[in-house]
């Protein structure tokens, strides 16, 4: 104890010490984070004879290629050009619907009030808290009866239905932080209640939309259970689907994969900076009360 008073005394433990020793954890984490993304990256860009005779680290010889990159995105059996393509198709829907609908929901749950509310949020969160591979035998039955096994639209709303309990969640807590006097300014100026919705909070609530819809997108491209379960025919597998059939069945070309591994995790990457002070601006007034 006198050890540590005379430590504090002699400023030790103040805040320009706390703060080396911050960043010095920070880096280190940092560091360690993102070399297995340095290695992938370096694999991607050699060729597979460097790779394995020298190790990715190596850097005599270096040969610079692009020739994994076109190899992944134009493999004739397995292309990651039409993986990407079927990411979008059902990333962007299942994305736009579930923020619709939940957006809706979550202004409910948050302004208005019902006999049942408080049981029917705990329901949302029950839902948020089930395992996809306890629902996976049921929807793969309902998809087939209702025909929309193997098909572009019915994983569109496998993934729909399942963002729609978090967002919910996500928005409803944000909705409630906003200032509920300018909606009622609105309403004594002649606004419904959808009016109300559409013209005062949804452009106060921009951040927080956009953070949960980064999210969903990156959940919908990343997935692949359900992609793997409920997807059979090789021109609508998605980019995680086409990714592992890129090893071959006999050698597996690190190069090859490493580059469809860059691929795969653009989108997402791109889609986060680019909305990156919105999806920080939506965090921020989530978890701080204004």
């Known amino acids: 104890m006198k050890k540590l008073y ?13 703060i080396l020793i911050l960043n010095i954890i920070a ?9 297995p993304f340095i ?16 190790g990715w680290w190596s850097l005599s010889p270096f040969t610079f ?27 962007i829907p299942s994305t736009l619907i579930p923020i619709t609908i939940a957006a809706l929901t979550a202004y409910g749950f948050a302004r208005f009030s019902l006999p049942i509310k408080k049981y029917l949020f705990a329901t949302i969160l029950f839902l948020m808290a089930v395992p996809q591979q306890m629902t996976i035998i049921p929807i793969f039955f309902l998809l087939k009866d209702l025909h929309l096994l193997n098909t572009y639209l019915g994983l569109i709303l496998v993934h ?7 967002i919910t969640f996500f928005l409803r807590n944000y909705f409630s932080l906003l200032p509920a006097e300018l909606e009622e300014a609105a309403r004594v100026d002649g606004a419904s209640d959808f009016q109300v919705f559409r013209i005062v909070v949804l452009p106060l609530a921009i951040p927080g939309l956009i953070s949960a819809a980064v999210l969903q997108f990156a959940w919908v491209w990343n997935d692949f259970f359900f992609a793997l379960m409920l997807i059979f025919d090789p021109n609508k597998m998605v980019v995680t689907q086409m990714l592992p059939r890129l090893k071959g069945q006999y050698q597996v070309d690190w190069g090859l994969l490493s ?32």
Do not use: C, H, Q
Request: no cysteine; charged share 15%; proline share 5%.
């Open 6 to 18: 005379r430590f504090r005394r002699t400023g030790l433990i103040g805040s320009p010490f706390k």
């Open 27 to 35: 880096w280190i984490i940092g560091i360690l984070w993102i070399t």
């Open 39 to 54: 290695g992938i990256f370096m694999t991607s860009i050699r060729p597979f004879r460097e790779v394995v005779l020298y």
């Open 65 to 91: 290629t692009l020739k994994n990159y076109i190899d992944a995105l134009f493999n004739p059996m397995f292309s990651l050009g039409r993986g990407l393509l079927n990411s979008f198709i059902i990333a």
């Open 160 to 166: 729909s239905s399942w963002g729609i309990p978090w």
């Open 259 to 290: 580059s469809g591994s860059i691929i795969a995790m653009l989108a997402p990457l791109l889609i986060y900076g680019f909305f990156n002070k919105y999806y920080m601006r939506g965090f921020r007034g989530w978890a701080m009360k204004r």
